[in-house]
């Protein structure tokens, strides 16, 4: 059985993680990382080595970057979009490629080729062009076409024999957290164990300033920690103190003299109603008699 009959039908139907059709989303997610690129890499000319439905190739296209696909599934190039599909052609990425491109990408596919064929395939990206887009997944064994998953550093390894290195000012994570820019560079090795340890160098140091930044805030939450405990004690206290009032109010109110004082109390409100002339003139005759008594007693 040829690799081209594993990735049928079926395969863009389940293998994608969602149906890979011609729809919105697949769609903008190519668009997006075609405008990266172009705003990256400025090419002139693109391949795209395993180019399935074509979307990339498309969006490329789309904005004005003569782009060509290959492909070894067939059922993949015969449902190219129609406008797109005189750009692609079935064939093997290890196979020599008609011309050499400013820049190709290769995104996700390796991993679907065995070994040996996987660093062939390397050899011949390299022969046609000096820059190449790459993602292979380092961790995906579950799926039944990957042959061939590797770690980054093997990749790096095998692109560096045919003198392509990291491009370490060129982020591409905007497509995987694993993709890379492989640059050809004509440098001498000191002046590339410069380059690397220059990056080495930063990636180093906001790695630690992270952690430190990671341990004060720990530091920070455990402080603040110690104070919620502290609050949550003293309104434990508060409420204790609450309950106890209650008790001490609720007996109270239960005594038969603070009965007797209450219905005093609403007497006195229902004889003598409060800011009513009675109150007035009791008030008089209260402050009469006290100037009276303080008389008497000189």
Known sequence: M??????DKYYYD???GRPYERDEGWLNFFDEIAKRIIQESEPKTVLDAGCALGFLVESFRKHGVEAFGVDISKFAIENVYADIKPYCWVGSVSEPF?????????IEVLEHLAQPESEKAIANLCAHTNEIIFSSTPFDYKESTHFNVQPPEYWAEQFARYGFYRDLESDMSFITSWAVKFVKINRSNPRLVREYERKFWYLWKENTDLRSLSVKMRQDLSEQADQVRILMQQNEVIEQSMQALTAQVTEIKGNRDWKLVTVICKIRMWLIPRGSYREFLIKKVWYGMKKLGKGNTL
């Not at 040829?2 to 990735?7: D, K, L, Q, T, V």
Request: with cysteine.
């Open 2 to 7: 040829s690799s081209s009959s594993f990735f």
């Open 14 to 16: 389940h293998g994608c």
């Open 98 to 106: 008609p011309q050499k491109y400013d820049l190709i990408t290769c």
